[in-house]
Structure formats: structure tokens, C-alpha cells
């Protein structure tokens, strides 16, 4: 069985391998905030020192800096999960238009079966949506080769690029070979051009039109690029795939012939035509949205077989892409296992179990305090996205102004885009309380910092924000600091007095996550 | 030690904090260094909290999937007797499960960190894979300061296979 390795080769996760390529094609900065399933590109990227690399507020932020690096001169990332793109959609919608001068690589990372996440949203749309390519790596080996072909394009076709992965590629780990070095890009001069960077409508209509030429330009791109590659086996079956269903497929279709879709947007027509011809049986393989099987169809190719609609839902994996190409709907057999509780002996579980206590209605928030809505606290009402704890209980109690409402936050996610909902509470003349679950880390997805904990990702110490003084300056009538640790009667007793006062106060529960070393 | 194959698929499970996601890595390693095609699959993020956890290894001579599929595994290494009935469709019909060793590796583990590495110990006694490549993934996972105890912990748990 052995087999020796021709290079030097290391056993590395999707955004690790994506990590190293992006390292090797000279990347300067990279920034992001965490969020499963994309957290450890940027603290793989933090190992180099030749990247400037920080965690940054929220996603806009990332997006920003990072694209302006790029606008600077310098080659530059930015990495979210596919929700946090969400926050970054002012940025990166108008960023199609006004180009980069060095590479820009926007890395967004689904989460197909919403192993961490609260929605399942399919990443390809915002290609077309924004007009911007966007290549899919299948494995961590893509992800590292790929990643650098997105600077090159980035900079010959003055374009954001958009590399998409999935949990399972994000995740996963092979031996990937590794043996390249760094390329180092020089700093391109910075350009006062302000036809291109002042997006005035004048300015922004002369782009557009720039846009629409360069997607055609990147149209014939995909068709010659060698990302999406024909495979000719058996005429008799053909797939047109992406990302990690390839490999499903390979696994139980190894005689089939195959249009693996690495470019994915814009789509290679005359390839997917040509490779449409050569087959008799035609079928599209994809998770989530049927994002290939529609366009292929408004080819006019008649003959395409897509999924039945139930395998929108979810992951695949072997056995449902064999139901899936057998025309079945999907069936899993359901294999409960444990839920996921706070871990014992977390700060989290005093609050809760105060807010059961008094039985109040809960706004929530994206943590791990989320899990308070489990038993056996089952004390959190709402959750939707970052910051909406805050939000949720101005809205919430403008709905019911004589309902007892608060509202919950972490301390990351409160900065992260809870800042903004106080503010608009305090202005608004918004009553109630704002708990602010502070662990002093990013606990959820694997404790990162932020800027209330004074520590950079490489754990320099840094200025540090005082969350008491901010609430105060937002405008909150009443802010607290408690350890619950061993005082949980004086929680609820503060809680007690703040519920029936007529003001907007902001709780901040202070105990450090057991995680932390 | 089993007959040898193209591709080995071992499925690992417990609940988090166990060490699982450490003892697969392990073994990825290990694989690697025996000049293998391997790949490796779990979920990081919230499924960790004390929640189930899965993680699949397959390696080989050429291994596509990072996903071992329900009745494929030829090894089970469960870490938790609760999660036992929803990890063994995974096994095949003839596959090993490490089952019956959990309650032996917990005897002899010091404390219960080290149950993670005794069963990859006993795991390593039906693999082809050589003795130096594991020693080589032990220095590459293991920190210099817990490196010895696992070692020695990974060489008594192979004893208690026969």
C-alpha cells in the first residue's frame, strides 16, 4: 500500500489549504470575523507572518479594509460564512464596479445542512447577483490551487472574485501537497483615480457598462479555463457537478463521464453544450439550490435531469447522491443524537436561569447562549441574526408596550452589530433591558478574540473597549457589571429592580468562558 | 491485522470534548506519513457544545468521498456507550467495532484525556500502517509536554489486543 509522495505533502483542512495558497500567491491582508464554517482561514493565516491578518468588527468592516488594501495596492482577503456575507452585501455589491487594482478574493463558506448556522442560504446567487465570478473548490488540493488563480484573475479582469466553499470542503482534511513557496507581489502604486473609486452616478454608470463587457470577457474565460474540466468515460451517463457532490459522485459512479464545475459564474455554455452532446443521459448533481439545473435548462437543453426537490434541503453525501441520480426523492433515516447544551460549568447558566425564574420574554441573539433556549432553561424566544437581540426588544415592546421583554447579547456579537440597536433604542425612547452575555471571548466558534478583550488574533494586547463606557455613551439610563459567579440572588435582584423601572438599562454579565485556557 | 485493501473507512464518534476530532487526526497523520491518499471529515462549531460528534477517516490508494457511507466503515471507534446504537449503521457487515475495548482503555487510561490515544492504540493493531508513521503523527499532533504520556499510553493499549 505505500506509495511514496513525490512532494512534500502536509494534512490540511479546506481553509488551511486555501490558507496556504492564498500565502503562496503573496497575500498581504486578510480580514474577517469568525463564523463557522470559514473561522479558521483567517487563524491559519495568522501562523504567516507575512500577512497582516485581523479579526475585524463585523463583516462590512472586513470587507472594507480588506478591499481598500486591494484598491491600495496590495494583494487581499476577505473570508465569511455565507450569512456574514449578508452584512457585507453594501460593500461588495458596488466594489463589482469599481475593480481592484491588486487582487481581491472574497471567500464565503456555506453551510449545507446548517451544522452552525441559522439559515442554508446558496452562495452561487450572489454571483449573478452582483456580477462577479466565482470559482468552487471541491477539496482542501483545489482550494490551495484555486485560491491563487482567483488573485491572477482578480487582476487581469480588475474584479472582486468570490471563491465559494462548503462545510465539507471548509472541514474536511487530506494530504495536500504543499511544497510551493511565496510569491512575492510588489505594491502597486496608489491610483487617485476617481472615475473609477468616486461611485457618483455619473462615474457609476460608465462602470457598469465596464461590468457588463467584463462578464462577457469572463464568460469566454470559463469556457477555456481548465477549472471546468470534461472527464470522458462512459458516454452512456454524464454529471455536470461542483464542489464536494463531485467526489460523492466519483465514489459511486466511477465509470460515469463527468463536467466537474470548477468556474462555476459565468457558466461555460459552449462546454456545457458540447459535453451535453457527448452524453445519452444527462443529470445535474448539486447541493442545495438548483442553481446549475436552471441555467442549464434555459440553454434549451431538453434532455438535462435535474434533483427532485427535497434534495434542495440539506447536504449530500454517497448514498444520497445514488437515490438522487435514481430519480427518488430524498429519505434519510433520522439517527438522533445528543443536542448541544452549554458546557458545564458555563457563566451563561446563572442568566438563564434567572430569566426562567421571572419568565420573561427572551430576545436572543447568534452564540452560544443561543442554546438557552433548550431545555432546561428553555428561556430564549427569538433568534434571527447578529445583533437582533438588541433590535428585538425595541420592536417587540413597541408591539407590547406592558409585556415584560428584554433582550440578549454576546459581547462579540454585540459589538459585531448590536452597537448600532442600542443606539436607536436610547434615541428612540425604547425601554427594557439589554443583557450583555460578556465571556470576554468569540466562544461559539472556538474563542476568538475581539475588541473587548484588548487582545489582537495574534494575542498582542491592543487598545481595549470599554463596554460600560459605550453603553453609557449610547444612551442607556442604567448600566450594571455583575460576576454571577456565586451571586446569583443578587442577579435577579438587580434584574427585579431594572424590569420594573421605567428606563432602558443595560445589564453586563461578566464570567469568562471555561474554555478559555 | 486485517487483509489488506484499497481503501480503508473508519468512523469515529462520541460526544465534544472527547478528543475525537484529536484521535482522527492522529490517524490522518499517521496515514499520510505511510504515504497514503487519506481524507478526513467532521463539523467544528456548535455541534461541539457537548453535542454528538462524528468524524470519518478513509485512506487508501485513491479516496475520493471524505465521507464514510452507512454501511461502508470497517472500524467503529465509539467513545461513548449513549452513542453506540446511532454510529453502528455506519459499520459493515464483517466490520471491527472497538466497542468492547472502550471499557479495557478506560481501565488503564490514567485519566480520562488519555482514552482517545489508548483507543487509537488498539485501532493501530488491525491497520497496515507501520509503527514509525505513527510515532511520526504522535510528534506532529501531540504537543512536546503530553508527547511521552500519549506515547506511552497508545503502546499498552496495543498490548490489549491479543
Do not use: H, V, W
Given at each position: 500500500m505505500a506509495r511514496k509522495p513525490s512532494l512534500e505533502k502536509a494534512f490540511l483542512s479546506g481553509n488551511e489549504a486555501l490558507a496556504r495558497g492564498a500565502w503562496q500567491a503573496g497575500l498581504k491582508v486578510a480580514c474577517a470575523y469568525p463564523?463557522?464554517?470559514?473561522?479558521q482561514i483567517l487563524e491559519a493565516l495568522?501562523?504567516?507572518?507575512?500577512v497582516d491578518v485581523q479579526w475585524s468588527v463585523n463583516e462590512k468592516t472586513a470587507f472594507e479594509v480588506a478591499y481598500a488594501a486591494a484598491v491600495g495596492g496590495v494583494r487581499a482577503l476577505f473570508a465569511c460564512k455565507h450569512v456574514g456575507l449578508n452584512v457585507a452585501m453594501d460593500p461588495l455589491m458596488t466594489a463589482a464596479y469599481t475593480g481592484v487594482n491588486a487582487g481581491f478574493v472574497a471567500v464565503v463558506c456555506d453551510d449545507p445542512q446548517m451544522h452552525s448556522s441559522q439559515n442554508e442560504q446558496d452562495t452561487r446567487w450572489a454571483g449573478v447577483y452582483a456580477k462577479l465570478p466565482i470559482l468552487e473548490p471541491s477539496s482542501p488540493s483545489e482550494a490551495l490551487d484555486f485560491i491563487q488563480h482567483a488573485f491572477d484573475i482578480s487582476e487581469q479582469y480588475d474584479t472582486p472574485v468570490i471563491v465559494r466553499m462548503t462545510t465539507r470542503v471548509c472541514h474536511s482534511k487530506e494530504d495536500v501537497p504543499c511544497g510551493g513557496s511565496r510569491k512575492e507581489v510588489p505594491v502597486r502604486p496608489l491610483e487617485r483615480n476617481m472615475r473609477k473609486y468616486v461611485m457618483v452616478p455619473a462615474n457609476a454608470r460608465a462602470r457598469h457598462e465596464e461590468v457588463e463587457k467584463r462578464l462577457l470577457k469572463l464568460k469566454a474565460l470559463s469556457e477555456r479555463s481548465r477549472l471546468n474540466r470534461i472527464e470522458m468515460n462512459s458516454p452512456s451517463l454524464g454529471f455536470i457537478t461542483d464542489s464536494v457532490s463531485y467526489l460523492y459522485l466519483k465514489e459511486v459512479f466511477p465509470d460515469a463521464s463527468y463536467l466537474k464545475?470548477?468556474?462555476?459564474?459565468?457558466?461555460c455554455d459552449e462546454k456545457i453544450r458540447k459535453f451535453a452532446k457527448s452524453v445519452k443521459r444527462l443529470m445535474v448533481v448539486e447541493e442545495l439550490d438548483p442553481f446549475i439545473e436552471e441555467h442549464i435548462k434555459s440553454l434549451g437543453i431538453s434532455k438535462v435531469q435535474g434533483k427532485h426537490p427535497?434534495?434542495?434541503l440539506g447536504e449530500l453525501d454517497q448514498d444520497l447522491v445514488r437515490s438522487l441520480a435514481a430519480g427518488k426523492p430524498k429519505k434519510v433515516k433520522p439517527r438522533p443524537g445528543r443536542a448541544p447544551r452549554l458546557c458545564?460549568?458555563?457563566?451563561h447558566w446563572s442568566i438563564f436561569s434567572v430569566l426562567k425564574k421571572l419568565d420573561v420574554f427572551v430576545a436572543g441573539d447568534i452564540g452560544?447562549?443561543?442554546?438557552?433556549?433548550?431545555?432546561?432553561?428553555?428561556?430564549?424566544h427569538t433568534c434571527l441574526c447578529m445583533g437582533a437581540g438588541v433590535t428585538f426588544n425595541e420592536g417587540l415592546r413597541r408591539a407590547h408596550p406592558e409585556e415584560k421583554i428584554v433582550g440578549l447579547v454576546g459581547d462579540s456579537t454585540f459589538v459585531h452589530m448590536g452597537i448600532p440597536g442600542l443606539i436607536n433604542a436610547a434615541y428612540n425612547k425604547a425601554r427594557g433591558i439589554i443583557f450583555i452575555?460578556?465571556?470576554?471571548?468569540?466562544?461559539?466558534?472556538?474563542g476568538q478574540q475581539h475588541p473587548?478583550?484588548?487582545?489582537?488574533?495574534?494575542?498582542e494586547p491592543t487598545k481595549r473597549l470599554d463596554l460600560k463606557a459605550l453603553c453609557q455613551a449610547c444612551g442607556a439610563d442604567y448600566v450594571d457589571v455583575i460576576d454571577p459567579q456565586g451571586k446569583v440572588k443578587e442577579l435577579e435582584e438587580l434584574v427585579k429592580q431594572r424590569l420594573t423601572a421605567d428606563a432602558l438599562s443595560v445589564i453586563i454579565v461578566q464570567h469568562p468562558c471555561v474554555l478559555l485556557k | 491485522m486485517m487483509r489488506k485493501q484499497d481503501i480503508y473507512n473508519i468512523t469515529f464518534g462520541g460526544i465534544g470534548g472527547q478528543g475525537i476530532i484529536t484521535a482522527s487526526e492522529l490517524l490522518g497523520w499517521a496515514a499520510l506519513y505511510d504515504g497514503c491518499c487519506v481524507k478526513k471529515s467532521e463539523v467544528h462549531g456548535?455541534?461541539?457544545?457537548g453535542g454528538s460528534v462524528e468524524s470519518h477517516v478513509r485512506f487508501g490508494k485513491q479516496v475520493y468521498s471524505p465521507l464514510v457511507g452507512v454501511?461502508?466503515?470497517?472500524f467503529l471507534v465509539c467513545f461513548h456507550p449513549d452513542e453506540h446504537a446511532r454510529l453502528k449503521?455506519?459499520?459493515?457487515?464483517?466490520g471491527i467495532d472497538l466497542m468492547p475495548y472502550l471499557e479495557k482503555v478506560q481501565q488503564i487510561a490514567?485519566?480520562?484525556?488519555?482514552v482517545n490515544t489508548a483507543l487509537m492504540g488498539v485501532l493501530a493493531t488491525f491497520l497496515p500502517i507501520r509503527s514509525d508513521s505513527w510515532e511520526q503523527a504522535m510528534q506532529k499532533v501531540f504537543k512536546p509536554s503530553i508527547l511521552e504520556v500519549n506515547r506511552q499510553m497508545f503502546s499498552r493499549a496495543m498490548a490489549l489486543v491479543k
Open positions: 463564523g463557522t464554517p470559514s473561522t495568522a501562523e504567516y507572518p507575512e464545475l470548477g468556474f462555476l459564474y459565468p457558466f427535497s434534495y434542495r458545564a460549568g458555563c457563566p452560544c447562549y443561543t442554546l438557552g433556549t433548550l431545555p432546561p432553561t428553555s428561556a430564549l452575555l460578556d465571556n470576554s471571548t468569540t466562544a461559539m466558534t472556538g473587548a478583550t484588548g487582545k489582537t488574533i495574534r494575542n | 456548535m455541534s461541539q457544545r454501511g461502508q466503515a470497517d449503521p455506519f459499520l459493515r457487515k464483517g490514567d485519566n480520562p484525556r488519555a
